[in-house]
């Protein structure tokens, strides 16, 4: 084990230093060699500081110290502010307070430490926009094709209309809150180990707004809003996919100070269909047809997203040929061009044949045998 060195040496004092001298020592050296300091930051000097002055300044500590150096803790199984470089803040405010007789918070000192000395809490007297909201909607599929108008049962708060959104009875009633000027937040300064810690907090007479009403509005009582439940009317455009959104202005929530309301999201949520898949603006579809038919060719009648329509299958349209509708697919959402439909042709194989159904296959196979 490395010898430790003498806690007076580490302090810079002589041995019969006033408690004066030593508190006066240690604050220069916990503040030059604190690991947060940039250009003089020490971990392992400031732990040696710190323990010299957990013992030196305490008079019992300090006098067993003297008469059995460090064995006098050894033997006690401790070692004053070993592993801790801020073990001994609450020692020495319990012994007698190393940073002066000011009272200060040791909550700022460790901002000071870890935050430059300056709280960033600041409120905005200015009018400020709410934030926004997102809510999700359900539709069917085929609202996404063809687009409807919806109604929701919405609640919200709005801008108070009687005022304005400012809570007060006409502009005369708004004064500047004297006790920040306007501000909305004030200043106060506290000694710590770096010097002075000013630190900025909400104006508690005024909320942070920085403005007094001294008649407030009788409709939102000075809140400046009312709760307001209506039918909210959305447009869903044609061609609208899943998980996109549409913007409703104004209906997010509430503003600050007499600011604007934020905006809703209203996110799309699309039910499957039993028939059609889309991928992007395009649709696809499965098509089962017999073997018959597939062989010689047909048109047949398939479902589209805008009803039924005529294909016609080649002959000899072989297993899961995908044929294209063009302009079957959906309208996009910016320039209303339609996409295609994709039909995947699924050939059907009789499980079963009538005895005519058989000669008649046979007869086919003969046939492509060369047989008669």
Same mark, same amino acid.
């Given at each position: 084990?490395?010898?430790? +060195?003498?806690?007076?040496?580490?302090?810079?004092?002589? =041995?019969?230093?006033?408690?004066?001298?030593?508190?006066? /020592?240690? +604050?220069?050296?916990?503040? #030059?060699?604190?690991?947060?300091?940039?250009?003089?930051?020490?971990?392992?000097?400031?732990?040696? !500081?710190?323990?010299?002055?957990?013992?030196?300044?305490?008079?019992?500590?300090?006098?067993?110290?003297?008469?059995?150096?460090?064995?006098?803790?050894? @033997?006690?199984?401790?070692?004053?502010?070993?592993?801790?470089?801020?073990?001994?803040?609450? @020692?020495? *405010?319990?012994?007698?307070?190393? *940073?002066?007789?000011?009272?200060?918070?040791?909550?700022?000192?460790?901002?000071?430490?870890?935050?430059?000395?300056?709280?960033?809490?600041?409120?905005? /007297?200015?009018?400020?926009?709410?934030?926004?909201?997102?809510?999700?909607?359900?539709?069917?599929?085929?609202?996404?094709?063809?687009?409807?108008?919806?109604? $929701?049962?919405?609640?919200?708060?709005?801008? %108070?209309?009687?005022?304005?959104?400012?809570?007060?009875?006409?502009? &005369?009633?708004?004064?500047?809150?004297?006790?920040?000027?306007?501000?909305?937040?004030?200043?106060?300064?506290?000694?710590?180990?770096?010097?002075?810690?000013?630190?900025?907090? !909400? %104006?508690?007479? %005024?909320?942070?707004?920085?403005? $007094?009403?001294?008649?407030?509005? /009788? =409709?939102? &009582?000075?809140?400046?809003?009312?709760?307001?439940?209506?039918?909210?009317? $959305?447009?869903?455009?044609?061609?609208?996919?899943?998980?996109?959104?549409?913007?409703?202005?104004? =209906?997010?929530? +509430?503003?600050?100070?007499?600011?604007?309301?934020?905006?809703?999201? !209203?996110?799309?949520?699309?039910?499957?269909?039993?028939?059609?898949?889309?991928?992007?603006?395009?649709?696809?579809?499965?098509?089962?047809?017999?073997?018959?038919?597939?062989?010689?060719?047909?048109?047949?009648?398939?479902?589209?997203?805008?009803?039924?329509?005529?294909?016609?299958?080649? /002959?000899?349209?072989?297993? &899961?040929?995908?044929?294209?509708?063009?302009?079957?697919?959906?309208?996009?959402?910016?320039?209303?061009?339609?996409?295609?439909?994709? !039909?995947?042709?699924?050939?059907?194989?009789?499980?079963?044949?009538?005895?005519?159904? #058989?000669?008649?296959?046979?007869? *086919?196979?003969?046939?492509?045998?060369?047989? =008669?």
């Amino acid at each position: 084990m490395a010898q430790k +060195r003498d806690l007076y040496e580490c302090l810079g004092v002589k =041995k019969n230093a006033s408690k004066d001298e030593i508190k006066s /020592s240690y +604050r220069k050296l916990a503040k #030059k060699y604190h690991p947060d300091n940039k250009e003089t930051g020490d971990e392992a000097k400031f732990k040696e !500081v710190q323990e010299a002055y957990d013992i030196l300044y305490d008079d019992k500590k300090r006098a067993a110290y003297d008469q059995f150096g460090f064995a006098a803790f050894d @033997q006690a199984g401790t070692n004053p502010g070993q592993g801790n470089p801020f073990s001994g803040f609450s @020692q020495g *405010f319990a012994s007698g307070n190393p *940073f002066g007789d000011e009272g200060i918070d040791i909550g700022d000192i460790f901002s000071s430490f870890f935050g430059g000395g300056r709280s960033s809490r600041r409120s905005s /007297s200015g009018p400020t926009r709410g934030s926004d909201v997102v809510m999700r909607l359900t539709i069917d599929f085929m609202d996404t094709i063809n687009g409807k108008d919806v109604s $929701i049962p919405y609640t919200y708060d709005m801008p %108070c209309p009687d005022c304005n959104g400012t809570g007060a009875k006409t502009p &005369n009633d708004v004064k500047t809150c004297p006790q920040c000027n306007g501000r909305g937040y004030i200043r106060t300064q506290k000694r710590s180990l770096f010097g002075v810690v000013e630190t900025q907090d !909400v %104006c508690p007479t %005024c909320g942070g707004s920085g403005k $007094i009403i001294s008649n407030p509005c /009788s =409709k939102c &009582n000075g809140k400046g809003y009312v709760r307001s439940k209506i039918d909210l009317k $959305i447009h869903i455009p044609a061609g609208i996919n899943n998980g996109q959104q549409i913007r409703v202005n104004g =209906k997010g929530e +509430r503003g600050r100070n007499g600011g604007p309301n934020g905006d809703l999201y !209203v996110q799309m949520d699309v039910k499957k269909h039993p028939i059609f898949t889309r991928n992007g603006n395009d649709i696809y579809i499965d098509l089962p047809i017999s073997m018959v038919d597939a062989a010689l060719g047909e048109d047949i009648e398939v479902d589209t997203v805008y009803g039924k329509k005529i294909l016609t299958i080649p /002959s000899g349209t072989q297993p &899961n040929t995908t044929l294209r509708m063009r302009g079957y697919g959906v309208k996009d959402l910016k320039t209303q061009k339609p996409g295609d439909q994709y !039909v995947n042709v699924k050939i059907i194989i009789p499980t079963s044949l009538k005895r005519n159904e #058989k000669d008649l296959l046979m007869q *086919f196979k003969s046939i492509r045998q060369g047989k =008669k």
